[in-house]
């Protein structure tokens, strides 16, 4: 396995040495639950992969769920399964409500009718040889988007003068 750090949408901390194990997918959509200690697969049956996902993760009480189309690549949703923890991580840290966090490797269909929003999240894979730009996809509610956007107070700065 090699050494991997991510810097998940330039957040400021920097880059966080993840560890994703690899997995065998099968070739058929579904959902991949965050357990311990591997995660937990769930074929999405004829419902589209995102609204699987949603429902699997409330059902189940998971924290995280990664909405898998057919054919993903089990690296992008190992990544997926990672940058959906580290979002998880960074919400509870602020105090946000821990609704099941759902993420796609790919960007999933767009379902504005039922009030789902679609959030890209640009990830930095880093190794020792190289470093690639990535993105994972959030698929999340219209009530989530108003009570993060609540939750961000506004700061009270002064403008301040420059000197010339």
Request: a neutral charge; proline letters at 12%; hydrophobic letters at 50%.
């Amino acid at each position: 396995m090699t050494p991997l750090m991510i810097d998940l949408d330039g957040a400021g901390y920097g880059p966080v040495p993840v560890d994703l194990e690899p997995v065998r997918l099968p070739a058929r959509p579904g959902v991949l639950l965050d357990a311990l200690p591997w995660p937990d697969w769930i074929p999405a049956g004829h419902q589209p992969v995102d609204v699987a996902a949603l429902r699997a993760a409330r059902s189940a009480g998971a924290r995280v769920a990664v909405a898998c189309p057919a054919l993903a690549s089990p690296g992008q949703v190992m990544l997926a399964l990672a940058v959906g923890r580290l979002l998880a991580d960074q919400r509870a840290a602020v105090g946000a409500s821990l609704v099941p966090l759902v993420t796609s490797p790919t960007r999933p269909r767009c379902a504005w009718e039922s009030g789902a929003v679609v959030v890209p999240h640009p990830v930095t894979v880093l190794t020792w040889k190289s470093a690639q730009l990535r993105v994972i996809w959030e698929v999340t509610h219209q009530e989530q988007i108003i009570a993060w956007s609540a939750s961000l107070a506004p700061v009270a700065l002064w403008p301040t003068a420059v000197p010339a």
